[in-house]
């Protein structure tokens, strides 16, 4: 009879994990949903913007270089990494300072220029590491990928720290945290398809939420940290 006490609690205590659990993801989103509470207008914005930007480097930048076909797409590709890195780095870290309630302006989007050669070093290492992991497998870039995945909030927060050291603290922070930042973001999917729904529209409101959602993802991750460290 005890042996079947114990067969019958193991479910309901897997269930009670497995709801706590959910819970949590939960709760990231309505976090992020109070962040943006009254800052909705800006985030639109900004992503807005990073959008426009990002098209108009990664499609019409070759149709108006003055070279061969081959040229232009080899001088477009460097030049939108040249200046898409920084972009793309100054627009997580935007949603970052969101989350901490700090001043924020559209020149936010644009802070990676000012530490030009550490956000474009870090990144592409962090890129070329994920490659080289997915090219072994998929399944290992995937979760390298969500290794990696704290690196451009450490660079925030440690100017002190070069890329590599930025990544192996990104990987330290996420250890153990791999899959529920993969569930976080498969939460996400319903809205996607109903973004999609929308012709893309819905995109303008679903990254914003998402990029907030990730940022109290980190701090959490910080805060963890520290109470270990504390302990």
């Known amino acids: 009879m005890e042996h079947v006490g114990v067969s019958l609690g193991m479910p309901l205590f897997y269930n009670l994990i497995i709801i706590e659990f959910m819970d949590s993801l939960s709760n990231y989103r309505q976090r992020a949903l109070q962040s943006l509470e009254g800052n909705w207008g800006n985030a639109v914005i900004v992503t807005v913007i990073y959008l426009l930007i990002a098209s108009i480097f ?25 200046v898409l890195v920084p972009i793309g780095w100054g627009f997580l870290v935007y949603f970052l300072r969101l989350v901490r309630h700090e001043k924020l302006g559209v020149k936010d989007l644009f802070a990676g220029f000012a ?63 791999e899959l529920s930042l993969f569930l976080l973001g498969l939460t996400f999917i319903g809205w996607a398809i109903l973004s999609i729904i929308t012709f893309g529209l819905g995109f303008i409101f679903l990254i914003p939420y998402i990029q907030t959602a990730l940022a109290h993802f980190y701090e959490d991750a910080v805060k963890e940290d520290r109470g270990a460290i504390e302990l």
Not at 128 to 142: F, N, R
């Open 115 to 177: 530490d030009y050669a550490r956000v474009l070093l870090a990144m592409l290492l962090k890129t070329i590491y994920i490659l080289l992991w997915t090219l072994l497998l998929i399944l290992p870039g995937i979760y390298k990928s969500l290794s990696y995945a704290l690196t451009e909030y450490v660079l925030l927060d440690h100017p002190e720290m070069n890329g590599e050291q930025a990544i192996r603290e990104s990987m330290r922070l996420m250890r153990g945290k």
């Open 58 to 82: 990664q499609v019409g930048l070759e149709s108006v270089l003055p070279f061969s076909k081959d040229i232009s797409k080899l001088s477009g590709g460097l030049l939108s990494i040249l």
